[in-house]
């Protein structure tokens, strides 16, 4: 599904998606069915359940929706309240989610692997670009790696010189996650950047466009 209708650059068709629904409700009934756990899912099988799950279960919002402008219009302001991040309409093994719940208390904390804040996709422009193929555990390092350096590098999404760069909000929102990563934001930036950037190069931050990434 992912490959069908999500282009290279991350740009989703929402509309094939619906016409899809049966596809997607029983990838995501094979979801709710095999809850992770320790004993049995190895670190990287679990992290690839997890992000996997996160955009497929954000496409089925969207998808319930459709048509909608934005996935902010699904809910309200209240932070960890009512937003479209906290709606629980997602069930696995007896246990019922938000979004928020997946990306907080599941995948930061367990992983701190500040990489996964290129591989869920919000449905929004500004956000990092859905990846038009599922996250495996045999390749999700080698994985993670290119969706953060083509976010980094992306010129939509970052303007990247020695000693000026404009960044998405994303990292201001997360800055933690990337200094405990690499030791500095701008650390991590030069990880993955094709051009290095002055550790003392100024730093300012793009506004974050929050329209549909598809139709």
Request: charge should be neutral.
């Amino acid at each position: 599904m992912l490959s069908k209708h999500v282009s290279n650059s991350g740009i989703v068709d929402y509309a094939g998606f619906v016409k899809d629904s049966v596809a997607l409700n029983t990838y995501l009934a094979m979801l709710s069915q095999h809850h992770p756990n320790k004993k049995n899912w190895s670190s990287d099988e679990r992290k690839a359940y997890w992000i996997n799950a996160y955009n497929a279960y954000t496409v089925q919002l969207i998808v319930q929706n459709h048509p909608v402008k934005s996935i902010k219009d699904l809910g309200g302001s209240i932070y960890k309240v009512n937003t479209p991040w906290d709606k629980r309409f997602i069930f696995i093994e007896g246990t019922d989610y938000d979004l928020n719940n997946i990306e907080h208390d599941i995948l930061r904390r367990e992983w701190k692997d500040a990489r996964i804040h290129f591989a869920i996709n919000c449905a929004s422009i500004s956000c990092p670009p859905l990846l038009n193929k599922a996250y495996e555990a045999s390749t999700i390092g080698e994985q993670l790696d290119q969706v953060t350096a083509d976010f980094i590098n992306s010129p939509s999404k970052n303007t990247i010189a020695k000693r000026r760069v404009k960044l998405s909000r994303i990292f201001k929102w997360f800055s933690g996650d990337f200094d405990k990563d690499k030791g500095s934001l701008i650390e991590f930036i030069n990880t993955y950047s094709d051009v290095q950037v002055s550790p003392d190069a100024e730093i300012s931050y793009r506004d974050y466009d929050w329209n549909l990434n598809g139709n």
